[in-house]
Structures are given as structure tokens and as C-alpha cells.
């Protein structure tokens, strides 16, 4: 039998997904979408959280879920309209429930006046105290669960049912007591329970330790097939099961109604395999035999130290490649010859191990955005402001890591969006729009990086006021005049706020700075556009991975480096006259009728003497994540090669310029640049903030992304 501990921690694993898939039902239900699977599906997530922490005598969890599921089965039952305030009230049960799952993983309580406001509220929604739960002598509780509705709205019930269970040896390896789920059954009704040993395996034979007991119980009364199924619902695939009206089952000649064997069920479709049983409903408990029967893939939890360990085991598979590679070009090996093949071969597969490992840890960030919502109906209380939030491209997969520690940065911006962004209802009114703003949670792949963007319908950012705050603090120079996007780029910085009183969101000078901190050591950037009267929109990239890159190997002042591929957008080797000197040490690239600034990368990184470079031999024409290009000056061009980054923070902390390192074929270190830091330092912070007004303006005037 699995140690109880171990049983635990698969609860709470499977708690997730349930409060995942609650999340997503109640989002549809405010969507507008009633219809019978969807209620159905948040009233079986909270059915099953309740169900699985009976199991481990979580009282509190289990009384919560148990008045949750109530209101919940009046709405499918129809006789509780969804109103707005239902609707809310369920929405932030839901994030309570999530708290207590929380509380109970960490073995902690909650104050009991924190729920007792909860269940007033679900009581409000009921309009009448509900019938208290009675946890009774057994740690398991088993609501019966009402007949789905349908069109039909009295279907005939039978007198009664037959359920025939035979226990798998997987049953009892995942700590399941077959006597709690039969006494479940009995407590339903009048219960007659025959042990059935005609599977009882031969003592003397080689399975002799398979489980061969099963029991068959007849109820009597008129409880509905939906109700036993739930009894069964942590063991489905686990066991062998089949339940049937007990006018329909055959009579056995001799009924016990103790532990006396009746004849071995029929064959025939009234005794189904396990596959089968499985097949019923989702199941969370299921093993692979049940999830093969259901439809969707199989999948495997592995502890993440394991993945990591994997993930650098690649990382040196792809090094070693590189060296050995390199050894093969210093021998002057030909192309064609057997070796070269053989190394291109490994090259390859290499790559698309590295690819498969990566996908391991790629994970949507749909479960991340949930949690948005409840970030935002917190907010919105806070404030007394009304607010949506509608949520795209849900499914685009991100870095487990990168996807961990974005939580919160996006929880610093939507709280920011709700309390600056948003205007009250009777100000948005005035203006025009709709009581209730609009916050829009968006990603994207876009060339290589994932793209977040948090979008809101207020109104806009207030530039005169945060110039005016910002020489009040002394953040610029009294006499300063700033272009737009360097006054947008002064919210980034440290100690700056514009709220006028401190409160439980704002007001502490700690916001956005921490924010672009957290972003930049993802390797990432942020960026504002802003239209007044129309919102503001913030837009962070980030790398799809922290772990390999492809990039381009180039020298500057004698030093090897790499510079990210999916930046660069050409090489260009410039003629004397594409060139125009700006003042002493600037100068600008003429190309397609447009003018780029470029960017000595020996200089910015103090390699050498700003008079020390008479020519530019070769330039990279690299595109910023804000759509700004810049030409980098480097001394050559190498090759294009994947990459295994190491990072340099906990050895050297933040280097300007630079984002990591790597280790490449012949064993030299060379360092990762990082083309949007060298351009911004160039041209001053208010770089790292420039807006990006034709995606923006394209999604205000069309209102899509």
C-alpha cells in the first residue's frame, strides 16, 4: 500500500486540475455560457475536491465545498437563477476553496471568520439556511447528487440498483478501503452486501497475491444511478464496476445478504472489464488502463529536480557535440568524409533531443491567467470599481520556470491596471464607456519570444502629472523636457508612484520598478503605449526557454560573443558613403531610404577608446522588443550555432550589456550579449519604455488583438 504521505500529495496534485477546470467553467458560466456540461463540469470539480478531502478529514474544506456545491446544484437544477451577484459570489467561493485547498497542503487554518463571511454569502444565494453536513463516523462524505436535467424533466426511476465491484490490485496499491466505499453504498438506503470469491486466485499458483474478492450489493429505494457513480469516482479504473436497475438484474438462486458467495455474475455486457467502467465519466484517481479507455493521452507526473537534471545533462550532450565538431574542423576533415557525417548526424539529434526535453517543461499559461482573475475581482473590491478580464491566446506554452516567476509581475500590473488604469463607473460613464472596464491578459509566439501583453480601457496614462511627480521626488531635473516615451519610461523607475495616499494596492512607491527588475532577469523587457482616454497597454518578451538559444557567433575588440538570432535582422558590410557622423562619436547607417543609429558594441562595453576605431568593418542590423532597430558594430562574423546559457548572476550579478554566457566548442567562455541593453544605454533608460503605437492603435480602433 502507497504511504498515506504520498497518497496526500496526489490529492492536493489532483486539487489543482480541479480548481483549474472550476475556474475555467465558472469563467465560461460569466460568459454567458449555461448550458447543461458546463454547469455540470464546476459542480463535479467542486464535488470532487469535496469528495477526496473527506477522505483525509479536511472538516473545513469539506463544509465549505459541501454549501458550494449546494448553490451550485441549484443552478443546475434550475431553481436558483444565475444572477450577477450569484454569479460573483460563486467566483470568489471559487477562490476561496482555492484557499482552503492551500491551507490544508500546508497543514495550516484559516480564521474561521475569514469562511463564515463565505458562507453567508452562499447562504444569501440560497435564501434559506441550508441542511447542516453531518461528517458521520467515516471519513468520507458522499452527497447525493440529483439527476442531470434535461428535457425531460421527471424521468422514471427504478426501485432500486445492483452494483457489482471487484477491487484491482491498483485499488489497494492507492490506499483505497473497499469498506468505505460499501458503507458509503448502505448509507444511501436499505443495502443487502454478497461476497462473491469466484475470482479467488489459487494459493499454491504464481498469483497468489492478486486481489480476488468482490462483493455484490443490492440497494433498494430510488436514489439515481449518478449518485452511486460518485461514490465510485476515485476508484473508477481501478476496480471492476457495473451498476444496473435491480429489476434489470438477474436474481441470484441463493441472495445473502451478508458475506454468503452468490453465483459469479452473468457474462455478457452486464459485467463490463475495467476499461469499460472507466469509460463512464472523467476520473481523477484513473490509471493509465482507465485514461487509454477515455480518450485522452496518458501523461506521467515526474519531480521537476528530475527534468532540471535532464535538461543540463542535454545542455553538456550539446557542448560536447560542439567540441567534438571543432576538433574535426581543426583536423581540415572533408566535408563528405565518414566522420563529418557521423558528427553532423549527432549534431541533429542533439538538437531534437533538446527540443523534446524543452517541451517537457513548456507549459500554457492558461493556469497562470486564471489566477489573473481572482487578482483583478480582488482589486476591483478594493477599489470599488467594476472590472472584466478577458483572456487570449491561453494555450501558448512558456518555460515552467519562466511561467513561475512571471506570476508576479503580472499580479503587480493588473492590480496597477484596476487601481490607475481603470477610471470609477460614474467617471467611465461620463466619458462615454461602459460602467464595467475591460482588462485584456494576452500571449503570443512572435520570433522566437513569447509576447504578454495587459491591456486596459481607461484612461490612459496621465503624462503632465507623472513629469510633475517625477520633479517633485527630483527623479529628472526641474527644467527637463522630455519626449513621451521617456516620460512613460520614468514609471519604471525605483520609489515612483502616482498615487496621492497609501493603500492596501498602491501608494508605497513599489510597483512597476520591481516589475521591470523581475522581467529583466527573465531575460525579458517591458514596454508602454498609451492613448489617452483610450488605456495603456503594457507589453512583455520573453525568451521561450531558459536554458538553449540559437545564436550568432561574432568578435568584438578580440573577444568572442554571441549575439540572440531571433534579434538580428541582417548582416550589412556598409560602404563609406552609407555612413554619417552625428557629432563626435555618433553615427547614422543609411539604408532604404531610412536612418539607423548604430551602436559601437567595443565601446559600450569599454573594450576600447572611443577614438580607437577609424572604421565600422561589419555591422548587425538587430530589431528591439519595443520595433525600435539599431545597427551593432562587431569585427566579424564567425558561424550560427545552439547554445547552452549559463547565467552569470549568482557569480557576478547584473552585467550591463550582457545577458549570460556559454561555453563553445574549443572550450572558451564567451559572453551573451543582449542587444536591447546595449541600444538602451546608448540612448538612456526611456529606451528600455518606448511605446509601440501600431499595435496599440490597432487594437483600440478594432478592438482584437
Not at 524543452?358 to 475581482?377: E, G
Request: glycine letters at 8%; a negative charge; proline letters at 8%.
Amino acid at each position: 500500500m502507497a504511504p498515506q504521505s504520498s497518497i496526500r500529495d496526489t490529492f492536493f496534485e489532483e486539487c489543482e486540475d480541479l480548481l483549474e477546470a472550476l475556474a475555467e467553467g465558472l469563467a465560461a458560466m460569466a460568459d454567458g455560457a449555461r448550458d447543461t456540461d458546463t454547469v455540470n463540469a464546476v459542480f463535479r470539480a467542486v464535488h470532487s475536491v469535496k469528495g477526496g478531502a473527506g477522505a483525509f478529514a479536511l472538516t473545513d474544506l469539506v463544509a465549505f465545498a459541501h454549501r458550494f456545491e449546494t448553490v451550485l446544484d441549484g443552478v443546475r437544477s434550475g431553481t436558483l437563477d444565475l444572477t450577477p451577484e450569484v454569479m460573483h459570489t460563486m467566483q470568489r467561493s471559487a477562490d476561496h476553496l482555492a484557499d482552503l485547498v492551500e491551507a490544508a497542503r500546508n497543514e495550516d487554518v484559516l480564521p474561521p471568520d475569514v469562511s463564515d463571511a463565505f458562507l453567508a454569502n452562499l447562504d444569501q444565494c440560497l435564501g434559506a439556511e441550508p441542511e447542516s453536513l453531518d461528517m458521520g463516523d467515516t471519513p468520507f462524505d458522499f452527497a447525493v447528487i440529483p439527476l442531470e436535467f434535461g428535457d425531460d424533466p421527471a424521468p422514471k426511476e427504478p426501485a432500486g440498483h445492483v452494483i457489482r465491484f471487484r477491487p484491482l490490485q491498483q485499488l489497494y496499491a492507492n490506499g483505497h478501503d473497499p469498506a468505505l466505499l460499501i458503507a458509503a453504498v448502505h448509507a444511501l438506503g436499505p443495502c443487502e452486501v454478497a461476497l462473491d470469491l469466484s475470482a479467488l486466485p489459487d494459493w499454491d499458483g504464481p498469483d497468489a497475491l492478486t486481489p480476488g474478492l468482490g462483493w455484490t450489493l443490492r440497494l433498494a429505494g430510488r436514489e439515481s444511478e449518478t449518485a452511486l457513480q460518485e461514490i465510485f469516482e476515485f476508484v473508477e479504473g481501478l476496480c471492476e464496476l457495473d451498476i444496473s436497475p435491480l429489476e434489470d438484474a438477474p436474481v441470484p438462486a441463493d441472495p445473502l445478504p451478508s458475506v454468503a458467495a452468490p453465483p459469479p455474475p452473468a457474462p455478457g455486457p452486464e459485467a463490463p472489464s475495467p476499461a469499460a467502467s472507466a469509460a463512464q465519466k472523467p476520473d481523477l484517481a484513473a490509471g493509465a488502463e482507465a485514461g487509454e479507455a477515455r480518450g485522452p493521452k496518458p501523461t506521467l507526473r515526474v519531480d521537476l529536480d528530475r527534468v532540471d537534471r535532464l535538461i543540463n545533462s542535454v545542455g553538456e550532450l550539446i557542448i560536447n557535440q560542439a567540441m567534438i565538431a571543432q576538433r574535426l574542423q581543426d583536423m581540415a576533415l572533408a566535408p563528405d568524409d565518414d566522420v563529418s557525417l557521423h558528427v553532423e548526424d549527432y549534431r541533429l539529434l542533439a538538437r531534437d533531443i533538446q527540443e523534446a526535453v524543452m517541451a517537457i517543461r513548456a507549459q500554457p499559461v492558461k493556469p497562470l491567467f486564471q489566477r489573473m482573475s481572482r487578482i483583478l475581482r480582488e482589486a476591483a473590491e478594493a477599489t470599488g470599481k467594476s472590472a472584466r478580464l478577458v483572456t487570449f491566446g491561453e494555450n501558448t506554452e512558456v518555460d515552467k520556470t519562466v511561467i513561475e516567476r512571471l506570476a508576479d509581475p503580472l499580479t503587480h500590473m493588473i492590480r496597477n491596471a484596476v487601481d490607475h488604469g481603470l477610471e470609477g463607473p460614474d467617471a467611465r460613464r461620463a466619458a462615454g464607456k461602459d460602467g464595467t472596464g475591460t482588462i485584456r491578459l494576452g500571449a503570443a509566439h512572435r520570433s522566437g519570444s513569447v509576447i504578454i501583453t495587459i491591456r486596459d480601457d481607461g484612461a490612459g496614462l496621465n503624462r503632465p502629472r507623472i513629469l510633475d511627480i517625477a520633479r517633485r521626488k527630483g527623479l529628472v531635473a526641474p527644467d527637463a523636457d522630455l519626449a513621451d516615451a521617456e516620460i512613460d519610461g520614468l514609471l519604471f523607475l525605483p520609489g515612483f508612484s502616482t498615487a496621492s495616499a497609501v493603500s492596501n494596492l498602491s501608494g508605497r512607491g513599489v510597483g512597476l520598478d520591481v516589475v521591470r527588475n523581475a522581467v529583466t532577469a527573465l531575460g525579458g523587457r517591458i514596454s508602454i503605449a498609451s492613448v489617452p482616454g483610450q488605456g495603456t497597454e503594457f507589453t512583455i518578451s520573453l525568451p521561450l526557454t531558459l536554458a538553449v538559444m540559437d545564436g550568432m557567433v561574432v568578435s568584438v575588440a578580440g573577444q568572442t560573443m554571441v549575439v540572440p538570432i531571433t534579434s538580428i535582422l541582417e548582416t550589412i558590410r556598409p560602404a563609406p558613403g552609407d555612413l554619417h557622423r552625428v557629432g563626435t562619436d555618433d553615427s547614422l547607417l543609411s539604408i532604404r531610404g531610412r536612418f539607423i543609429p548604430t551602436v559601437d558594441v567595443a565601446r559600450s562595453l569599454g573594450f576600447t577608446d572611443p577614438s580607437a576605431r577609424a572604421d565600422f568593418p561589419l555591422l548587425l542590423l538587430v530589431e528591439g522588443e519595443n520595433q525600435s532597430q539599431c545597427a551593432l558594430v562587431v569585427d566579424a562574423v564567425h558561424d550560427q550555432r545552439q547554445v547552452v546559457i549559463k547565467g552569470l548572476d549568482s557569480n557576478y550579478g547584473q552585467v550591463p550589456g550582457v545577458s549570460a554566457a556559454t561555453v563553445l566548442g574549443d572550450g572558451q567562455i564567451a559572453l551573451i550579449l543582449d542587444p536591447d541593453a546595449i541600444a538602451a544605454h546608448r540612448a538612456g533608460p526611456a529606451a528600455t519604455a518606448a511605446p509601440r503605437p501600431s499595435l496599440f492603435h490597432a487594437d483600440v480602433h478594432h478592438g482584437q488583438h
